[in-house]
């Protein structure tokens, strides 16, 4: 068997081991020579095996990557379902992905998605470096120190913008309401923030912020309740503003603290059938009127919170229009380490919302502005005070 043949027979095999993981059989592949195979019968896969022969063939630049080669074609196919939260996830970006929901890494501290095609900022996480270094929601990245960011996939704009602690990242970004370009130098550090601060503010209210709905933050938020109620506070803000969301078990348990047993939390929508997600009780704020503070970085998990709140009558929104990502993601781990993040279905509100790219609208709107942020001016926090006086 010469060497050719013997890589070629690997790569197989490697297919054979993915196409497992993805839902496939071995005699999907052996009948490549066939025409169509399954998984639809309608489908013809045979310009895959040609084009394989061609590069092995007559690709003059160096050895051939076959696992490089699976991955490429696996994420290409991902990739052609045009939807921004489906990703293909190699090993190593599955074990980043991990370190990230576990809360700590080095990075500028920011969720990213696409919106209208663009690189966005969804948020920038509290005390982050790239908070500090003046990133806002609804930034447009244009530019990753060299690298142009128009059509980029999420994955490879995570890793050109994660870095070591101490090492530096150049965005390019355009600001709505800003005519030019703007140049944000950003150094890397430790991410791990807190994700519920609370404090009593102006004649005894309590004043929550929930920067994430990550694994730790309803040990996080029961501890602050414990307090809370001790001061016997006679209101309470509860600030999502920049709040990228997060786990579905972490929404179910923070809602089920404010919402009576049996009151729907949220929907899924998976198309052909719909799934309600229910409060387990424990409604532990009964009577205490609640504000929700919101704008365009508060995105998934903490709109759907701050939906089934508004949609019950038990908070008032104020702020700014949610970002609007109404789609839930589930993580498919594969037998190789390699995973994928795939979109199962719509969130939709108690009422039956569809929230996908409309968003939920504040009860009042407050606008915070560029110059707002600058000078430290939080309108949206004085306008929900103003509520309970």
């Known amino acids: 068997m010469n060497e050719k043949s013997f890589k070629k027979i690997f790569f197989i095999s490697l297919l054979i081991i993915t196409s497992f993981s993805l839902g496939f059989t071995v005699s999907s592949f052996l009948n490549e020579k066939n025409g169509p195979i399954y998984p639809n019968e309608n489908v013809d896969i045979s310009v895959f095996w040609e084009t394989l022969g061609v590069i092995e063939d007559k690709y003059a630049l160096g050895p051939l990557d076959y696992e490089d080669m699976v991955y490429g074609a696996t994420s290409g196919m991902v990739d052609s379902l045009q939807d921004p939260y489906t990703i293909f996830l190699s090993p190593s970006d599955k074990e980043e992905f991990d370190r990230d929901m576990e809360g700590e890494f080095e990075g500028i501290g920011a969720e990213i998605g696409i919106r209208d095609e663009f690189l966005t900022i969804i948020a920038p996480l509290k005390d982050s470096p790239a908070e500090k270094a003046g990133l806002?929601?609804?930034?447009?990245?244009?530019?990753?120190?060299?690298?142009?960011?128009?059509?980029?996939?999420?994955?490879?704009?995570?890793?050109?913008?994660?870095?070591?602690?101490?090492?530096?990242?150049?965005?390019?970004?355009?600001?709505?309401?800003?005519?030019?370009?703007?140049?944000?130098?950003?150094?890397?550090?430790?991410?791990?923030?807190?994700?519920?601060?609370?404090?009593?503010?102006?004649?005894?209210?309590a004043y929550i912020e929930v920067s994430q709905f990550r694994g730790d933050t309803v040990r996080e938020f029961d501890n602050s309740i414990n307090d809370i109620i001790i001061k016997e506070p006679k209101g309470m803000i509860i600030d999502l503003r920049n709040n990228p969301g997060g786990y579905v078990s972490t929404l179910n348990s923070?809602?089920?603290?404010?919402?009576?047993?049996?009151?729907?939390?949220?929907?899924?929508?998976?198309?052909?059938?719909?799934?309600?997600?229910?409060?387990?009780?424990?409604?532990?704020?009964?009577?205490?009127?609640?504000?929700?503070?919101?704008?365009?970085?508060?995105?998934?998990?903490?709109?759907?919170?701050?939906?089934?709140?508004?949609?019950?009558?038990?908070?008032?929104?104020?702020?700014?229009?949610?970002f609007g990502k109404g789609l839930v993601q589930e993580v498919e781990e594969l037998r190789d380490g390699s995973a994928i993040k795939v979109?199962?279905?719509?969130?939709?509100?108690?009422?039956?919302?569809?929230?996908?790219?409309?968003?939920?609208?504040?009860?009042i709107e407050v606008e915070l502005s560029f110059e707002d942020y600058v000078n430290e001016r939080d309108p949206q926090l004085e306008r929900a005070l103003e509520l309970f006086n």
Not at 190 to 198: G, L, N, Q
Not at 291 to 317: T, Y
Request: aromatic share 4%.
């Open 254 to 322: 923070m809602a089920s603290r404010f919402l009576d047993r049996g009151d729907v939390i949220f929907i899924e929508d998976f198309g052909d059938e719909k799934k309600e997600y229910k409060a387990t009780g424990g409604k532990k704020f009964a009577g205490i009127p609640i504000v929700i503070l919101i704008n365009e970085g508060s995105a998934s998990a903490s709109e759907i919170f701050a939906g089934a709140l508004q949609e019950k009558g038990i908070a008032k929104l104020v702020g700014e229009t949610t």
């Open 343 to 363: 979109t199962i279905a719509k969130w939709l509100t108690p009422n039956g919302v569809d929230i996908n790219k409309s968003g939920i609208d504040p009860d």
């Open 136 to 205: 806002l929601p609804g930034d447009k990245v244009l530019k990753i120190d060299e690298t142009e960011a128009i059509g980029i996939d999420i994955m490879e704009a995570v890793n050109l913008i994660r870095g070591e602690k101490g090492t530096r990242v150049v965005l390019i970004v355009r600001r709505e309401g800003l005519g030019d370009l703007k140049e944000i130098e950003i150094t890397r550090d430790t991410i791990k923030p807190d994700t519920v601060e609370w404090k009593i503010i102006d004649n005894n209210i």
